[in-house]
C-alpha cells in the first residue's frame, strides 16, 4: 500500500507530497493543474518510461520518490538486490522507492537505499499496483496475468488442482528430457560399449599377470643369449677351479692360491704381518671356492630351448599390442590390467543405461497421462470459471453506462500442456450487439477500457493480490446515474484494496474516503502546482466547484453536502453484494 509519495519538478508540478491511506483516494481540480502529472509520477515510480519531455522546464531532473508498505515476497526480493527496509511491526515492512530522470533523458532507480535496475522496479509493479488509464498499459493486458486472474477467481479447487498439475507436470518434464538425453545418446553408448567390450576381450584372452613383462624380458635375454651365457660361465669356472676332467692340476685360481698359502703357512709363525696376509689369502680362496661352485651350478641352468624361448617371445609380443592398444602414460601391463578395470566398471553402466531407459519410458508415459488428465479437470474449471466470470462482469457492465456491451472470458487450448495446464485465456469485449468479440485493448475506447477495467476489478476483488489500484479518467463521458455507479463501485473495490483515483466527476468524488485537490497558480512565466489535502469543508466547496463551477455558490454547496451524504449512507448500507 502506499503511504506517501513525493514529486518533484515533474511537468507543472514543481514540488507535491501526495499523503495517502487505505480505501479509496480521489484527485480532483482544474483542468491542467496537474491531476493525470500525479499518474504519471505513479507509472515512472513502477518502472515507466522515462520521458525527459516531462522534466519540469527550468529543472535539472525529475524526481518522484514514494512510501510504500510491502508484503513480505517483495522485501525478500529488495533485499536480495541489497536493499534495506523499515520494519513496521504490525503489518509488514515499510519501503522507500525513489526514480529520477534527468533533462538529458538519464534515469536512475533506487530501491530501499540502494541503486537498481529500472526492470526491479517493473518486478516489484506486478505484486503491488494495477494502474488503469487511457494512456498506461494494464496489468490485466499483459500475457499471462488474465489467465492468472481467473484462475483466482475460480477459487479453493482449482488452485488445489493447479499445485497438483504444476507438480506433475515439473516432475514429466525432468523425466522427459533425461529420457530424450539416453535415448539421443544410445547409438554412441552402444559404439562405446562395443569399443569395451573388444578391448576386454582381447585382454581377458592374453590375460597379463602383474609384473609379467619384466619376468619375461629377462628369460628372453637369457635364452637368447644361452650359447654365450654357457661359454663365458664355462670359461670362469675353469679359470677358478680348473678343469675337473683334466688328468693334472692346472694353473687355475684355486690351485695358484693353494700354492701361496701353504708358502705362508710355513713361516706365519715368525712374522704377525705376515701372520695376517695369510689369513687374508685364506679368505679369498674360501670365496673364489664359493663363486667356482656357484658357476658350476649355474652351467647347469644354462641350456640352449628353443621352445621356450619361442614361447616367450610370443607372449611379449602378445603384451606388447595390448601395452600399446590399453596401456595408456604409463606403458606397461599394470596400465592394462588399470585400463580394464576402469573399462568393465563403465561397460556396466551403459548395460544399464537400458534398463534405466525401460523404467523412464513407463514413469514419462504415466506422467503424461496424469498431466492429461489435471489439464483436462483445469480446463472444465477455468472455463465454468469463465461463464461465471463473463455473466458479472457483463452485469456490472450495464451500470457503467455500457448497457449493449458483453464481455466473455475465451478458455482456447495450447498445441501442448504447459507450466501453467493446456490453456490460455483471453478476455474479450464486444461493445455492442454484433459486434464481434475483441481483445479487450481493440474492443474498446479509452474511455471505455478504463470503465471496463473497473468492472472486472470489482469482479476480481479479492482475488488478484495487487494491493494498490490507480485509476486515470475511469469515468470519461460519464455523466448522472452512471458515475454514481462508477463511484460505488470504486468505493466497494476499496474494501479489498487501496484506491487512488483521477476524477473530474463530483458523484465520483463524493464516495472517497481520502480527498486530494491538485491546485495550480500562475506565476507568469510557468504553472506550478501543489497538493492539498481536504477536510469536510473543504471537500464541500471542490465538489461545488466541480458542480457548479462556483466553490462558493451556496446550491452548489447544498448539492455538494446532499451527495457527500448520499455516498456516506451507500458505503455504510448493508449493499446486496456485500
Known amino acids: 500500500m502506499l503511504e506517501e509519495v513525493r514529486i518533484d519538478g515533474l511537468g507543472v508540478i514543481d514540488e507535491a507530497v501526495l499523503e495517502l491511506s487505505a480505501g479509496f483516494t480521489v484527485l480532483t481540480g482544474e483542468t491542467g493543474a496537474g491531476k493525470t502529472m500525479v499518474v504519471t ?13 516531462r522534466v519540469r522546464p527550468g529543472a535539472d531532473r525529475a524526481l518522484v520518490e514514494g512510501r510504500l508498505l510491502v508484503p513480505a515476497q517483495v522485501a525478500r526480493e529488495v533485499e536480495e538486490a541489497g536493499g534495506d527496509l523499515d520494519e513496521d511491526g504490525q503489518e509488514g515492512a515499510v519501503l522507500v522507492l525513489s526514480r529520477s530522470v534527468s533533462a538529458e533523458g538519464r534515469s536512475r532507480a533506487f530501491a530501499g537505499g ?130 675337473p676332467a683334466a688328468a693334472v692340476e692346472g694353473s687355475d685360481a684355486l690351485t695358484l692360491l693353494g700354492i701361496a698359502g701353504r708358502a705362508l703357512d710355513a713361516v706365519r709363525s715368525h712374522d704377525p704381518v705376515l701372520a695376517g696376509l695369510a689369513v687374508r689369502l685364506s679368505e679369498a680362496a674360501y670365496q673364489v671356492s664359493d663363486l667356482a661352485a656357484e658357476l658350476a651350478s649355474y652351467l647347469e641352468s644354462v641350456d640352449s630351448d628353443p621352445a621356450r624361448l619361442a614361447t616367450v617371445q610370443e607372449r611379449r609380443a602378445a ?43 513407463a514413469e ?14 483445469l480446463t472444465a474449471l477455468r472455463s465454468a470459471a469463465a461463464e461465471r466470470f463473463a455473466s458479472e462482469v457483463t452485469a456490472e457492465l450495464v451500470d457503467l453506462a455500457m448497457p449493449h456491451a458483453s464481455l466473455t472470458a475465451v478458455v482456447t487450448e495450447l498445441e501442448s500442456p504447459g507450466p501453467f495446464g493446456a490453456d490460455d485465456v483471453e478476455i474479450r469485449l464486444a461493445a455492442h450487439p454484433g459486434a464481434p468479440p475483441l481483445p479487450l485493448h481493440k474492443g474498446a475506447s479509452g474511455g471505455e477500457l478504463s470503465r471496463v477495467m473497473l468492472a472486472i476489478e470489482v469482479v476480481f476483488a479479492g482475488a488478484d493480490p495487487v494491493p494498490t489500484f490507480v485509476f486515470d479518467e475511469v469515468d470519461a463521458g460519464v455523466g448522472g446515474k452512471a458515475a454514481v455507479e462508477v463511484g460505488r463501485r ?24 481520502n480527498h486530494l485537490v491538485v491546485e495550480k497558480s500562475g506565476d507568469g512565466l510557468v504553472t506550478s502546482s501543489g497538493v492539498m489535502r481536504l477536510d469536510q469543508a473543504g471537500r464541500i466547496r471542490e465538489l461545488s466547484r466541480m458542480l457548479a463551477g462556483l466553490e462558493d455558490s451556496e446550491f452548489g454547496q447544498a448539492h455538494a453536502e446532499e451527495l457527500l451524504a448520499m455516498a456516506a449512507h451507500e458505503r455504510e448500507a448493508d449493499w446486496p453484494w456485500a
Open 41 to 53: 509520477a505513479l507509472g515512472l515510480l513502477f518502472g515507466g518510461r522515462a520521458d525527459p519531455a
Open 114 to 243: 540502494r541503486s537498481v535496475q529500472v526492470s526491479l522496479l517493473q518486478v516489484l509493479a506486478d505484486d503491488l499496483v494495477a494502474v488503469h488509464g487511457q494512456a498506461d498499459q494494464q496489468q490485466l493486458l499483459k500475457p499471462g496475468r488474465q489467465r492468472d486472474a481467473l484462475d483466482r477467481f475460480a477459487g479453493p479447487e482449482l488452485a488445489r488442482v493447479l499445485a497438483d498439475y504444476r507438480q506433475v507436470f515439473a516432475r514429466h518434464r525432468t523425466v522427459r528430457e533425461e529420457l530424450n538425453a539416453l535415448t539421443a545418446a544410445e547409438r554412441e553408448r552402444a559404439a562405446e560399449a562395443e569399443t569395451l567390450r573388444f578391448g576386454l576381450a582381447e585382454i581377458e584372452a592374453v590375460s597379463p599377470v602383474a609384473g609379467e613383462d619384466a619376468a619375461l624380458l629377462a628369460e628372453d635375454e637369457r635364452l637368447s643369449n644361452a650359447d654365450a651365457l654357457h661359454a663365458a660361465a664355462a670359461t670362469a669356472h675353469e679359470a677358478l677351479a680348473g678343469d
Open 319 to 361: 603384451l606388447g599390442r595390448l601395452v600399446r592398444a590399453y596401456g595408456g602414460v604409463p606403458g606397461d601391463v599394470a596400465g592394462v590390467l588399470d585400463w580394464a578395470k576402469q573399462a568393465s566398471s563403465r561397460l556396466a553402466e551403459l548395460e544399464g543405461a537400458d534398463d534405466k531407459i525401460t523404467a523412464l519410458a
Open 364 to 377: 514419462e508415459a504415466s506422467l503424461a497421462s496424469q498431466v492429461a488428465s489435471l489439464a483436462s479437470e
Open 490 to 513: 470504486l468505493a466497494r473495490l476499496a474494501r479489498s484494496a487501496q484506491v487512488i483515483a483521477v476524477t473530474h466527476l463530483p458523484q465520483v468524488a463524493a464516495f472517497a474516503d
